[in-house]
T-cell receptor
């Protein structure tokens, strides 16, 4: 299957700082990428849909000024958690959509964010 | 709106045996896909199997197969000859533009 990388795999930061997470599709171009959040022992919660060259579409209840998404190229989307607080600590997962006849989402390995 | 329901929080299977994980969904879309993803302890989401809703033929991938009942909106996953490496959380998902996930079924494989 297609490969999606995510960096960093884990990050610890102080409250009030900003953290950037990168999501890359390594062997295909993805016009659409998705950002999810997963709490322990729970399912994936879609935060936003990231479309290359346009503004991201945020799900209800997700603060767009808090979670900044940029999809500057067909292989890279970034999620920046601004002014992070302990309640933002979570596991963040990105996925990239292949499109085409075998349209499928492939997932990155996730980023564990801990805000102190 | 879409919903995906997995009614089995946990399942267990003896190694080499067969197990079926249940999933039902509801969608207003006429064209959509259905997926099963596996999430082992590493938390990497791995695609197990994919089904296009317009296809009547059930998808298969080696030891993994689905029973897709479109009218009943049911999409169960059968794992044959279960292996220790199959132990993981399994998420059923449905959608086209956006994918909605179920809450998952934790599968334990007993040696």
């Amino acid at each position: 299957g297609a490969v999606v990388s995510q960096h960093p795999s884990w990050v610890i930061c102080k409250s009030g700082t900003s953290v950037k997470i990168e999501c890359r599709s390594l062997d295909f171009q993805a016009t659409t990428m998705f950002w999810y959040r997963q709490f322990p022992k729970q399912s994936l919660m879609l935060m936003a849909t990231s479309n290359e060259g346009s503004k991201a579409t945020y799900e209800q209840g997700v603060e767009k000024d808090k979670f900044l998404i940029n999809h500057a190229s067909l292989t890279l989307s970034t999620l920046t958690v601004t002014s992070a607080h302990p309640e933002d600590s979570s596991f963040y997962i990105c996925s990239a959509r292949t499109g085409g006849a075998q349209d499928t989402q492939y997932f990155g390995p996730g980023t564990r964010l801990t805000v102190l | 709106a879409q919903t995906v329901t997995q009614s089995q929080p946990e399942m267990s299977v003896q190694e080499a045996e067969t197990v079926t994980l249940s999933c039902t969904y509801d969608t207003s879309e006429s064209d959509y896909y259905l997926f099963w993803y596996k999430q082992p302890p590493s938390r990497q989401m791995i695609l197990v199997i994919r089904q296009e809703a317009y296809k009547q033929q059930n998808a298969t991938e080696n030891r993994f197969s689905v029973n897709f009942q479109k009218a009943a909106k049911s999409f169960s996953l059968k794992i044959s000859d279960s292996q220790l490496g199959d132990a993981a959380m399994y998420f059923c998902a449905s959608g086209y533009q956006k994918v909605t996930f179920g809450i998952g079924t934790k599968l334990q494989v007993i040696p």
